[in-house]
Antibody, heavy 119, light 108 residues
Framework: QVNLQESGPGIVKPSQPLSVTCSVTGYSITTSYYYWNWIRKFPGNKLEWMGYISYDGSIYYNPSLKSRISITRDTSKNQFFLQLNTVTTEDTAVYYC???????????WGQGASVTVSS | AIVLNQSPSSIIASQGEKVTITCRASSSISSNYLHWYQQKPGAFPKLVIYSTSYRASGVPSRFSGSGSGTSYSFTISRVEAEDVATYYC?????????FGSGTKLEIK
């Protein structure tokens, strides 16, 4: 059974980078045809899809974040990573990692990492 | 980006009542790519319905979905206390993937 777990900094200062790690157990992130996503939930309940890295390493970002976001992976550790640069208080959110299938179904989620941007 | 207009934003229902949530897309979506999630307070979103009408594993039969094109709906036939949550539609048809704004279900 696949299990995802985020780990993050808790608090980040404005203008600094935000980094969150997703550790995956029970399923290889290189197995076809799954995509490994970052999704965030803002205070007030809005969900925003941020981007994914696929089983073959291809990457797609939400154009609204394209200049600030980077998603990478370490296949030896079965982890993938989110970096969001130059954060502001608007980036305060719970950050989730999730597995997605070909049809866009997010069928497995982590518990979420709460990140607050504050000086 | 495809915008998903979800309504209502909140519902207050009695136990045993039928509730329906609608999700209207700004562009036509294949029904294979429209999904519904339930998020309880303090928890992660949980897949409830995938590809418009298929219940995810372990989901009770009181949950159902239907629709096509730009208009989709999600129904709980008889609401139970454990169904208190926020429900979201999501499209996986085109990048960027998008979510509806959510419907918060409360029990009277």
């Amino acid at each position: 059974q696949v299990n995802l777990q985020e780990s993050g900094p808790g608090i980040v200062k404005p203008s600094q980078p935000l980094s969150v790690t997703c550790s995956v157990t029970g399923y290889s992130i290189t197995t076809s045809y799954y995509y490994w996503n970052w999704i965030r939930k803002f205070p007030g309940n809005k969900l925003e899809w941020m981007g994914y890295i696929s089983y073959d390493g291809s990457i797609y970002y939400n154009p609204s974040l394209k200049s600030r976001i980077s998603i990478t992976r370490d296949t030896s550790k079965n982890q993938f990573f989110l970096q969001l640069n130059t954060v502001t208080t608007e980036d305060t959110a719970v950050y989730y990692c999730a597995r997605q299938d070909y049809w866009g179904v997010m069928d497995a989620w982590g518990q979420g990492a709460s990140v607050t941007v504050s000086s | 980006a495809i915008v998903l207009n979800q309504s209502p934003s909140s519902i207050i229902a009695s136990q045993g009542e039928k509730v329906t949530i609608t999700c209207r897309a700004s562009s036509s979506i294949s029904s294979n790519y429209l999904h519904w999630y339930q998020q309880k307070p303090g928890a992660f979103p949980k897949l409830v319905i995938y590809s418009t009408s298929y219940r995810a594993s372990g989901v009770p039969s009181r949950f159902s979905g239907s629709g096509s094109g730009t208009s989709y709906s999600f129904t709980i036939s008889r609401v139970e206390a454990e169904d208190v949550a926020t429900y979201y539609c999501q499209q996986g048809s085109s990048n960027p993937f998008t979510f509806g704004s959510g419907t918060k279900l409360e029990i009277k």
